[in-house]
T-cell receptor, first 113, second 113 residues
Framework: KQEVTQIPAALSVPEGENLVLNCSFTDSAIYNLQWFRQDPGKGLTSLLLIQSSQREQTSGRLNASLDKSSGRSTLYIAASQPGDSATYLCAVRRSNSGYALNFGKGTSLLVTP | DAGVTQSPTHLIKTRGQQVTLRCSPKSGHDTVSWYQQALGQGPQFIFQYYEEEERQRGNFPDRFSGHQFPNYSSELNVNALLLGDSALYLC????????????FGQGTRLTVV
């Protein structure tokens, strides 16, 4: 069974700081890994998708890395802004389990002005 | 380009009743998955539909059933509602079951009283 863990559970930083969110998974046989953002009571917004053959993906101020052998991914957010405040979820699609995404519980981020 | 749309946005039902939630996938997508997200938790996979068939199912009882229509839209039905079924129900779509980025709708908030 794939277990996905996200650390820290909550994070508060002042505006302008660079920060790193962590995601770990127990089964390295993954198909891809996806990072999502979720605002309170809302749906999920896809941020970055990393295929198993890739090491990192970048979109604007966001950079996600993937190390399959160690079962880890990180989401780096540069120059954080109050609008970045949300819950960030990591999800893994296993290569031998079919189609389901396995999610962590998320990291709740608060960026203060 | 319309993204994933879900209806209704909010719903209140009484224990023992039945409910139907609806989802229209992102344009060009042929695969729909359903997830249940309890408060403070990551989404849990319910099932996935592709080519009008259930392709994979998570650890949910038979009270949860679904359907996919020829236009790729999908319904989630829950019978004999329990208080514990109160959650945010999320629909995700992708192109083919495994290979691509999953896009989520805004969710349906179901409250069972």
């Amino acid at each position: 069974k794939q277990e996905v863990t996200q650390i820290p559970a909550a994070l508060s930083v002042p505006e302008g700081e660079n920060l790193v969110l962590n995601c770990s998974f127990t089964d390295s046989a993954i198909y891809n890994l996806q990072w999502f953002r979720q605002d309170p009571g809302k749906g999920l917004t896809s941020l970055l998708l990393i295929q198993s053959s890739q090491r990192e993906q970048t979109s604007g101020r966001l950079n996600a890395s993937l190390d399959k052998s160690s079962g880890r991914s990180t989401l780096y957010i540069a120059a954080s802004q109050p609008g970045d405040s949300a819950t960030y979820l990591c999800a893994v699609r296993r290569s031998n389990s079919g189609y389901a995404l396995n999610f962590g519980k998320g990291t709740s981020l608060l960026v203060t002005p | 380009d319309a993204g994933v749309t879900q209806s209704p946005t909010h719903l209140i039902k009484t224990r023992g009743q039945q409910v139907t939630l609806r989802c229209s996938p992102k344009s060009g997508h042929d695969t729909v998955s359903w997830y249940q997200q309890a408060l403070g938790q990551g989404p849990q996979f319910i099932f996935q539909y592709y080519e009008e068939e259930e392709r994979q199912r998570g650890n949910f009882p038979d009270r949860f059933s679904g359907h996919q229509f020829p236009n790729y839209s999908s319904e989630l039905n829950v019978n004999a509602l329990l208080l514990g079924d109160s959650a945010l129900y999320l629909c995700a779509s992708s192109l083919v079951p495994t290979g691509t980025e999953a896009f989520f709708g805004q969710g349906t908030r179901l409250t069972v009283v």
